[in-house]
């Protein structure tokens, strides 16, 4: 458990020092072109991730809740199939999604209250004035912009034909991307992460019988 817990911290420290630098020297919207491909462009997300939305006051704080109550539901699991003797690649995996999951509820939780808006300002780290919103209303923060191609749909295409297009169009964080190759390493990997030794061990009996002796 001790290296999926380092990957956990290490996931986490990342995540959060990369928002607290955005928060604390970009205002909202602003953004540095690194290159072409790549812009770091602040902005921040009431809902879930890659900036998707979750409607209403009483919506953000169902949303958070619900956040709450999965990652605990992640590390439960996290936790048994770590002492399960699980495929490793599957304990890193949950890992990865577990540390995503809790790097965007620390912004939604305590965000609100260590920082006052970015609206046309830099944001300060424990205001005089205090927060720009109570626990568990805070807004996520989000600056991975890769904009690697964009145009125009074909006249022929359905629906978009002849739209303009922009590939990759969602700004991200650290976390959003843990959760991404946490659940990618799962789905390519999956046939190797889930195989039941059981069924092994009874395919390798059969194997060895009809081998010629």
Known sequence: MKKPLL?????????????????????????????????????????????????GEYGKLILSIFRILAVAGILYYLIKISRD??????????????????????DSTFYGLLFNDSYHQVAELFPASGGYAPMLYGRVVDMLYFPLFSGFFPDW???????????????????????????GMIIVFQKRFFKNPKIEAAQDEMNAEQEPS
């Open 85 to 106: 003797g699980t495929h490793k690649g599957l304990v890193y995996s949950i890992a990865l999604v577990f540390a995503g999951a809790l790097g965007n509820i620390l």
């Open 7 to 55: 990957l956990v911290l290490l996931v986490i420290l990342i995540d959060q020092a990369s928002k607290i630098w955005i928060k604390t020297n970009f205002y909202l919207g602003q953004e540095y072109k690194v290159a072409d491909w790549f812009i770091i462009h602040f902005t921040e997300n009431n809902g879930m991730a890659f900036g998707m939305e979750f409607a």
């Open 157 to 183: 295409f359905p629906i978009w034909g002849g739209e303009h297009f922009l590939f990759f169009r969602p700004v991200f964080n650290i976390a959003d991307t843990a959760i991404s190759v946490g659940v």
